[in-house]
């Protein structure tokens, strides 16, 4: 089963398609939210924010391992394994947002 990705802005604007949609609605009501809760850990978001610009997806993910690496936010994803859904998104977040070895220091002996 492949889920059907629907786009909800358009191309290049980054407005929405269909202002009336709730679906639409709420999914920039978040995202929104989530720029508000990055600016309060991360500089750079900040200056988005407050300048009332919107940063790229890019940009949100960098911030978003920053604050993670300094331990000042946490991820929070979920799948379900046995349905198959949501796990190559988990995994992803895993590789792209939590440490690895090589972020850490040798223990010392």
Sequence with gaps: CVPQVL???K???RQPIDETCHITKAAMDARQEFIEAMAECD???EEFYLN???PSNA?????L???TLAQKALPVMASAALRGRGVEPVLDAIADLL???LDRLPPAL
């Design 52 to 54: 009332e610009q919107q």
């Design 7 to 9: 786009p909800l802005l």
């Design 65 to 67: 391992r920053r604050a």
């Design 11 to 13: 191309t290049g604007t």
């Design 59 to 63: 940009e949100l993910r960098a911030a």
């Design 99 to 101: 440490p690895s070895p």
């Design 43 to 45: 500089e750079r978001i």
